[in-house]
Each structure stands twice: as structure tokens, then as C-alpha cells.
């Protein structure tokens, strides 16, 4: 599996309580990304959704497969890319139930999509999923004084 110029990638178990490994890479890498505390901890809400979500759907569970986190900055942003070997989900089904749906589960698609800029699944290339998820900072432009 190759890693883009200038990304990082951990192997961690698909237990949830190891999950912190895969937090406290990403919150490191917003960090240097430029983002803001209350843009890092969602940002990190959205690839513990991801990941759990993979726990659940993908590996139905079993503590004893593996995910594979790749992160790194880009030009005005962070890009993370989760990797599984689980079953693949049809891609097109991959989205959040409406709002208005009351009952318990099944916003996390919901909550990444609002969170990250740009949300990709590959399902083609290999076995498992590639999830790709960007966020980028927001440019503030200078405000310009009156003529």
C-alpha cells in the first residue's frame, strides 16, 4: 500500500477502544493543518464515526481485523483516508437517513458529511473501502477599506 509524499500511516485493530490511536493522530495532524480546537474535535468526531462505522458495518464487529489510517496536510487543509478489508458497501446506499427519521443511530454519514469538505468512497480498487475525507480551512479574506 503506498502512502502519498508527505502523509503518515498507522495500523490499528478494528476494537474500539482502540480507536484513541487513530484520535490522537488526527488531532495532531489538524493541529498542524491550522484548525482551530472546535474544528479539530469535529474533525476527530468524523473519523471516529468512520472508523467505528467501518467496525460495525464492514467487519460486523470482529475486534480482529485491522483499519488503516493515512493522514497528512494539504494545501489549506488536512486529507485522511480510511482503509478497510471488509465487506464492500454499495456506494450509492452509503447516506445519511433524513433528519426528520427519529430513532436511535445512523447520523454518523451525517455528521461526516457536515463536517468534512469533500467525502469519497472507493469501492472499486482492491478489497474493502477507501474513504478519502478533506477539510479545509476557510480562507478569510482581508476586509478592504472604503474609497
Known amino acids: ?42 474533525i476527530v468526531l468524523a473519523l ?27 494545501a489549506r487543509g488536512v486529507c485522511f483516508v480510511v482503509i478497510d478489508e471488509g465487506i464492500k458497501p454499495d456506494a450509492d446506499a452509503i447516506k445519511p437517513r433524513p433528519l426528520d427519521q427519529i430513532e436511535p443511530g445512523g447520523l454518523g454519514t451525517h455528521f461526516i458529511r457536515a463536517v468534512m469538505d469533500e467525502v469519497s468512497y472507493d469501492t472499486e480498487a482492491g478489497p474493502g473501502t477507501r474513504l478519502t ?15
Open 1 to 42: 500500500m503506498k502512502v502519498p509524499a508527505g502523509m503518515v500511516s498507522i495500523r490499528i485493530p478494528s476494537d474500539p477502544q482502540q480507536l484513541y490511536l487513530m484520535r490522537r493522530l488526527v488531532q495532531e495532524i489538524s493541529i498542524a493543518g491550522g484548525f482551530s480546537e472546535e474544528e479539530t474535535r469535529r
Open 48 to 74: 471516529d464515526e468512520a472508523c467505528t462505522n467501518v467496525i460495525r458495518h464492514a467487519y460486523c464487529g470482529d475486534k480482529g481485523k485491522s483499519i488503516v489510517i493515512e493522514a497528512g496536510c494539504i
Open 133 to 147: 475525507l478533506i477539510k479545509r480551512r476557510k480562507t478569510e479574506e482581508p476586509e478592504q477599506e472604503p474609497e
